[in-house]
């Protein structure tokens, strides 16, 4: 059954791309540009999740927000232009489930959306053919053999996914060449350990390539080999 979002902001620019985007992932939309409208949006029907701003014309997002958590436990993804910790900590101790703030790359709102609908319905854990890394900013998608940026995907060669999904099988793991060149050519290996530097520069071009800016997540640990980072996330 398809789920449905609803949509709180008084910019109608941010109004129409989210809906875009989320539609376009398979989700129902509705929209709302006041908090009172908003209100009475859930009061006609409970979406799976609400995409909620923080700065809106009547009643503020964080009043909102405190309102529906004294009769509804529905998770709330809480957008603001204010970045400070003080905002966010604030959002998130009225009931907020994530912070995003603005302005931000309609793809992370996807994925946030999500994730946050993955906890809510209690799968916590991925399915074993799905690995998620970096709080769902990159997913390797082994059934489909296809791997995501921020919803993204990455058009990448064979050689290049078995790379990636040996780095994201261990994430932070240093591999050496000659470990990576077995994962290309398979245990009875031939060949220069040379030729993994070449495939990683290809792998790093393309993630760098997508909006979320990637490359940064393959480190080169010098004198060793490679590794797939995960950066610690922002409260």
């Known amino acids: 059954m398809t789920q449905s979002i609803l949509v709180v902001d008084d910019?109608?620019?941010?109004?129409?791309?989210a809906s875009a985007y989320l539609r376009r992932d398979g989700f129902t939309v509705r929209t709302a540009t006041t908090?009172?409208?908003?209100?009475?949006?859930?009061?006609?029907?409970?979406?799976?999740?609400?995409?909620?701003?923080?700065?809106?014309?009547d009643v503020s997002g964080?009043?909102?927000?405190?309102?529906?958590r004294r009769s509804t436990s529905v998770p709330i993804?809480?957008?603001t232009a204010k970045s400070a910790e003080a905002d966010r900590i604030r959002g998130l101790a009225l009931g907020a489930d994530d912070?995003?703030?603005k302005p931000f790359s309609p793809r992370e709102l996807v994925a946030r959306v999500r994730a946050i609908l993955r906890r809510a319905s209690g799968s916590l854990d991925?399915?074993?053919d799905l690995l998620v890394l970096d709080g769902g900013r990159l997913e390797v998608d082994l059934a489909a053999h296809e791997a995501r940026l921020l919803g993204e995907a990455v058009p990448l060669t064979a050689t290049e996914f078995r790379l990636l999904t040996a780095?994201?099988?261990?994430?932070?793991?240093?591999?050496?060449?000659f470990e990576?060149?077995?994962?290309?050519?398979?245990?009875?290996?031939?060949?220069?350990?040379?030729?993994v530097d070449v495939h990683i520069m290809r792998l790093r071009k393309k993630m760098d390539e997508t909006s979320a800016g990637a490359a940064d997540m393959i480190a080169t640990v010098y004198g060793v080999g490679y590794r797939l980072d995960e950066p610690a996330q922002n409260p």
């Open 180 to 195: 990576l060149l077995q994962v290309l050519q398979g245990p009875d290996v031939e060949g220069f350990e040379r030729t």
């Open 62 to 68: 964080e009043e909102v927000c405190a309102s529906l």
């Open 126 to 128: 991925p399915p074993a």
């Open 11 to 17: 910019e109608p620019g941010i109004i129409e791309i």
């Open 35 to 57: 908090g009172r409208r908003a209100l009475d949006a859930v009061a006609t029907q409970v979406p799976d999740l609400i995409v909620l701003d923080l700065m809106l014309p």
């Open 167 to 177: 780095f994201s099988r261990q994430p932070r793991r240093v591999f050496s060449r």
């Open 77 to 79: 993804l809480m957008l």
């Open 99 to 101: 912070y995003l703030v």
